[in-house]
């Protein structure tokens, strides 16, 4: 496992200069302060047990009623029983395992995680501001064409208005520790949730779904930039295994210990690593009996995005000092999207990071492609990269449908249709999966995905629909047609109007969802190649 005098080396070289030194010190403060600050202060008061509350209930941690010790003598209090863990499937169909909490210890523990996430996101923010390094100036021929072609002329003054400075703006506030929160009222999202679980409501931080949607325009826009302008853009995919359950605790205590975590605050984070688990009843063949956690941190708990995102931080900062480039994340998934050469770097940088904390790659979800202005890789390595449903497409540069997923979803989809007993569950689970699931897998609309992307969307609608509606044997060949043979056998209507069946709720109506006029809308108000835009 890595250890301090490991990881401390490594740390301390992205710190180099008085500027880093002084950032870091800068750091070092704001931490101390807020772990000081905090013990000083009652946890609880009718504010902070109203988005405790809110914050476990979205996370779905609250199961019984128990108790909790004070702070320094804290433990998890579980006897020799242990703590009751149990598999919990959520809507993507994956199944993650959950320990089975006391109502005021998880209380307890959601108020430092956000606490300190809070705290922790704020101090990054103002380390991003003081050192974190720009794509280089425009040179002196780029300027005398650029004033040759537009009769413009760009100095450093007006650099807060060029594509560099656009895109670090845009990095900064769509994507860098997007999943800290940033107030005490957000939600956390941890790595393992499911963006149709997101509730959007009043708050200002953008949620997963959003921030992936952000994502593939970004990498999208970069592909066409970088092929028009210089020829030539390399895209690399990958994502950490097993990240938030196989973290290493000593990778946690190492860096906590260097951005200045006050020993009292290590020694609580480290007590609650250390959970003592009782795996027995929840897992079949498990050996029976307690046992501590030495990986991984705690799923769906504030502090697992706290701990997650204090590690990967550096890892981003170990890309922009290294490579001077910008890694793309959500949460443990990696993207980087730029020059060939700065993204080998970039990537060589990742991997020494990965190898001295602890964390390895997942070989079966890293990929590379490498596109030139032509559309063509020049090497053999043809790795389908893919955000939800949509591939990049090594051969023209375009995000395209895959479409083995959507067959599989497509039948799972007509399975939960038929087991459904009544006219308006068969709607809601319509609703559910054409409205929601495959509305945000496919990718929303844009200009820097064209026309054919919403072609594509439309089509693979299509097939779907005439794979559920087959029309064969007496049965129906669209949705409609369905809907109204159903009431027709079960309520003896046989005049109900296309109307009644997508008039909203509200209207009386059964609102169901059809997705194709709200892409008929927009279908021509894209370009048909986003080149046409550049």
């Known amino acids: 496992l890595p250890t301090k005098i490991q990881v401390f080396p490594l740390l301390l070289t992205l710190f180099e200069g008085d500027t880093g030194t002084k950032a870091l010190g800068h750091l070092r403060d704001i931490i101390k302060t807020h772990g000081n600050n905090t013990l000083e202060k009652p946890p609880f008061d009718t504010v902070t047990l109203e988005w405790c509350i809110k914050g476990l209930l979205h996370n779905t941690l609250l199961n019984d009623k128990k108790k909790f010790a004070d702070f320094k003598n804290w433990s998890w209090d579980a006897g020799e029983e242990g703590i009751p863990v149990e598999p919990r499937q959520q809507l993507n169909g994956k199944t993650r395992i959950h320990m089975d909490e006391d109502l005021l210890q998880a209380l307890f523990l959601h108020y430092i995680g956000i606490t300190w996430s809070v705290a922790l996101k704020?101090?990054?923010?103002?380390?991003?501001?003081?050192?974190?390094?720009?794509?280089?100036?425009?040179?002196?021929?780029e300027r005398g064409r650029r004033q040759f072609y537009l009769g413009e002329r760009i100095d450093q003054a007006e650099r807060a208005y060029d594509v560099e400075s656009e895109r670090r703006r845009t990095y900064r506030e769509d994507f860098f520790m997007s999943h800290l929160p940033t107030s005490i009222m957000d939600d956390t999202n941890g790595y393992d949730a499911d963006p149709d679980d997101v509730e959007e409501g009043g708050s200002q931080q953008k949620t997963s779904h959003q921030i992936k949607q952000q994502l593939l325009r970004q990498l999208a826009t970069e592909i066409h930039i970088g092929r028009s302008l210089d020829g030539e853009v390399a895209v690399i995919q990958s994502d950490l295994e097993w990240y938030a359950t196989g973290l290493p605790h000593s990778t946690l205590s190492a860096v906590m210990r260097f951005i200045g975590v006050p020993e009292v605050w290590t020694a609580f984070f480290t007590k609650f690593l250390e959970a003592p688990l009782n795996m027995g009843p929840a897992l079949e063949n498990s050996t029976p009996g307690v046992r501590i956690r030495k990986r991984g941190i705690p799923i769906a708990h504030a502090l697992e995005v706290f701990f997650g995102e204090l590690v990967l931080f550096f890892m981003d900062l170990a890309v922009n000092q290294e490579a001077s480039m910008l890694l793309f994340r959500q949460h443990d998934d990696l993207w980087l999207c730029g020059p060939p050469q700065k993204c080998a770097k970039a990537w060589r940088t990742m991997q020494s990071f990965a190898k001295v904390m602890g964390v390895e790659f997942n070989r079966h979800k890293t990929g590379s492609v490498y596109l030139t202005s032509g559309g063509k890789i020049k090497d053999e390595e043809k790795e389908l990269l893919q955000v939800d449903f949509l591939q990049l497409s090594p051969?023209?540069?375009?995000?395209?449908?895959?479409?083995e997923p959507v067959d599989v979803h497509a039948r799972q989809l007509q399975k939960q249709l038929a087991a459904c007993t009544s006219v308006l569950s068969w709607v809601q689970t319509w609703n559910s999966c054409?409205?929601?699931?495959?509305?945000?897998t496919f990718g929303e609309p844009a200009n820097c995905l064209g026309r054919a992307h919403v072609d594509n969307?439309?089509?693979?609608?299509?097939?779907?629909?005439?794979?559920?509606?087959?029309?064969?044997?007496?049965?129906?060949?669209?949705?409609?047609?369905?809907?109204?043979?159903?009431?027709s056998k079960r309520f003896g209507f046989t005049d109900v109007p296309d109307a009644f069946l997508f008039m909203p709720e509200q209207f009386g109506g059964l609102g169901l969802r059809n997705l194709f006029n709200s892409l008929f809308l927009v279908h021509g108000e894209f370009p048909q190649t986003p080149e046409q835009k550049i």
């Open 122 to 141: 704020q101090a990054l923010w103002g380390l991003f501001d003081s050192i974190w390094k720009m794509g280089a100036p425009l040179s002196s021929e």
């Open 395 to 403: 051969e023209t540069g375009n995000w395209v449908i895959n479409e």
């Open 434 to 440: 054409i409205g929601r699931f495959f509305g945000s």
């Open 457 to 487: 969307i439309l089509e693979t609608h299509k097939r779907m629909q005439q794979f559920l509606f087959s029309g064969e044997n007496g049965t129906a060949k669209s949705v409609a047609e369905h809907l109204k043979q159903w009431i």
